[in-house]
């Protein structure tokens, strides 16, 4: 058995709207409140046993998988239609159920649940939100298609016989009492990632008799388009079936709503009244982006005159006022309303708020405060308007507050430069080089970023995130990002080198054609014909480079490296511990940035010896090349030949 419901009996068999939990959109961040109603759905038995449709919304938005939507909702319906009359907490099955059905346009039948968040038994309906299975928010269905070959898809929610009744426990439903009703909308998802308006507004709406109502359907679009107004069509609110807005036949002056701000103006002069009983006018209102549209359906109560509504306190109730804060301050303020009405209590709640943004919800009294606070986000930057309602007990209402924060980024965007090409020794490149400038701003997000290199005073920025640096030598690179709010980063630079040229690379030591004895030069006239090193030899080398300078030489014997040295260079060669016969001596010179330049191979023929015998050696290498005998050189440097 479920729990003993929960009652709300300020004032015994008065309708009245009870304050519900607040609900939110994103990227616009407006909330919605009741009728925030964003879908009824509604169980319904033949004859007697009608739903009584109270008020409701259709509203739907593209979930995770392609061709995803998740429709969502809250609403009111008679209480006492359960068997097993559910409690707050409790979550009951809407549809389909009798005749009330939701279909998606598709050809597919959803299952509806609601879970119950209010019972008010003085007026028997209940108040809850829409959720599947597991008790999430919402509920999913995936589209074969993005929309019914290239129109939208149709979901409605419809009951031939769900309407509240002319006559229903202590109400009198004047103009469309028993009929059936409609909430529809279209999806067409082949328009990219747009969703429905979301709409607020209470389920019932006091209007007084005899004189000209005022109220406003509050509504926004999570994707900021502009939303326009209009009164929804007989087929829209009752599948065909005749569906009267208030006015004639039962009431002299027929309902108007404008098209723009959704300000509604109903003159209830001479409209019919039931003196001893609730007298309601159900009315349905369309709030279309020009690709989808939300309806709102709900009832206007009339109450006799002379009837006092609620009234804003001012100061400290803000209305019509503007607070302007950077994003990540606080705001708050107090609205106040109260009552004259005698033995009549205010309930305050919010309409529209931002996310993340609070009202306080005291209990409903002839005077009361609600504290609103706030800090945006700092990605919640803009105009954000919010409505705040006060109702009494009958559901007549104060003029709607509106008030407006506007929320300022004043941060500048951050950007990062990266660099790329063919890197060299720190902090050099040895080829071009691609940079790309990446800004980032959270909160109005990034309007421009601008570069200029090797700029001169007062020379021009240009706009782009990608470009290339090129040309041996130092370059500057300067950058900034400005972000949609106009706030500009202080300028930042690069610094890149470049060097794609090898340097110049001179051995000049040993000489070709001279003998070197223990690292003693010996020039010989004429020359030979091969270079001779016995003992030790020290290989001198000169690098120069115009643009980063000289890096350092490495040295090679025979192919194996045998020093790396920076410059100046002097690398000592022990020859004299060589294998007799022909060495291949090279050297390779380095930039700072690390280009090389090989020099040229040079042959020396090594001589191994010791210190008794290196002066023969000489002594006979000499008279050989005087006596101009080249063949004798032959046992020295096998394989040369003259």
Not at 172 to 188: A, C, K, M, P, S
Not at 216 to 223: C, G, H, K, V, W
Not at 251 to 279: E, H, K, Q, R, Y
Request: contains cysteine; proline residues 9%.
């Amino acid at each position: 058995m479920p729990n003993p419901p929960t009652t709300l009996r300020e004032d015994t068999a008065r309708p009245r709207e009870a304050g519900l939990p607040l609900r939110r959109t994103r990227p616009a961040a407006l909330a919605w409140a009741p009728l925030g109603l964003l879908l009824l759905f509604v169980a319904v038995a033949a004859g007697a046993q009608a739903s009584h449709f109270r008020a409701g919304t259709l509203t739907w938005e593209p979930g995770d998988q392609a061709n995803e939507v998740v429709f969502r909702g809250e609403g009111s319906f008679r209480w006492s239609f359960f068997s097993a009359q559910p409690a707050v907490g409790d979550t009951v099955v809407v549809a389909p159920v009798g005749s009330a059905v939701f279909t998606t346009g598709d050809g597919t039948t959803v299952t509806i649940r609601l879970k119950v968040e209010v019972v008010n038994l003085d007026n028997d309906w209940i108040h809850g939100r829409f959720v599947d299975a597991d008790g999430n928010d919402g509920v999913r269905h995936v589209y074969p298609a993005p929309n019914n070959g290239g129109v939208p898809w149709v979901a409605r929610f419809d009951n031939p016989n769900g309407r509240t009744a002319t006559f229903s426990s202590n109400n009198y439903h004047v103009n469309n009492g028993g009929l059936q009703y409609r909430l529809e909308t279209v999806i067409d998802l082949a328009a990219g990632t747009n969703r429905a308006p979301r709409v607020s507004l209470a389920p019932i709406v006091g209007c007084v008799l005899n004189e000209t109502c005022l109220f406003r359907i509050a509504a926004t679009d999570p994707d900021g388009d502009t939303v326009g107004f209009r009164l929804s069509s007989s087929l829209e609110a009752s599948g065909g079936s005749v569906f009267r807005q208030p006015g004639p036949a039962k009431a002299p002056n027929l309902v108007a709503i404008d098209a723009s701000t959704g300000w509604v103006t109903w003159n209830a002069t001479g409209a019919s009244f039931n003196a001893t009983l609730n007298t309601l006018y159900s009315m349905q209102v369309m709030v279309s982006d020009a690709r989808t549209k939300t309806p709102v359906d709900f009832f206007i109560q009339l109450v006799v005159p002379p009837y006092v509504a609620p009234q804003w306190v001012q100061p400290p109730t803000p209305c019509g006022e503007t607070f302007v804060v950077p994003v990540e301050e606080p705001v708050g303020f107090d609205v106040r309303a109260e009552t004259a009405q005698p033995f009549e209590n205010v309930r305050l709640k919010p309409l529209l708020l931002p996310d993340g943004a609070t009202l306080t919800s005291p209990a409903p009294a002839p005077s009361v405060t609600a504290t609103f606070a706030w800090t945006p986000g700092p990605d919640q930057w803009g105009t954000y308007p919010m409505v705040f309602s006060a109702e009494d007990g009958r559901g007549i209402v104060a003029p709607m507050c509106d008030v407006t924060v506007v929320t300022l980024d004043v941060t500048p965007p951050t950007t990062i430069a990266s660099a790329s090409g063919v890197a060299g020794n720190a902090p050099w490149f040895r080829s071009s080089v691609e940079v790309t400038l990446a800004a980032t701003d959270l909160t109005s997000g990034v309007a421009h970023t601008h570069f200029r290199v090797d700029a001169g005073p007062g020379e021009a920025w240009q706009e782009g995130t990608s470009f290339t640096v090129a040309g041996d030598g130092t370059h500057l690179v300067e950058f900034r990002s400005e972000d949609v709010a106009g706030n500009v980063e202080a300028g930042q630079s690069l610094v890149l080198r470049i060097d794609t040229t090898p340097p110049t690379v001179a051995l000049t030591r040993p000489v070709a054609g001279n003998v070197y004895l223990l690292d003693v030069e010996d020039p010989l006239e004429p020359a030979l014909p091969v270079t001779v090193a016995a003992g030790d030899l020290t290989v001198l080398v000169a690098v120069a480079d115009a643009t980063s300078g000289a890096g350092r030489v490495d040295y090679y014997v025979d192919g194996v490296l045998r020093a790396s040295t920076p410059q100046p260079s002097a690398f000592v060669w022990e020859a004299g511990k060589e294998a007799l016969g022909e060495h291949v001596l090279r050297v390779v010179g380095y930039d700072a940035a690390g280009n090389a330049a090989p020099n040229a191979d040079v042959r020396v023929t090594t001589v191994p010896t010791t210190p008794e015998g290196l002066g023969a050696t000489l002594t006979t290498v000499r008279e050989l090349w005087t006596q101009a005998s080249s063949w004798a050189l032959g046992w020295m440097a096998p394989g040369w030949r003259p």
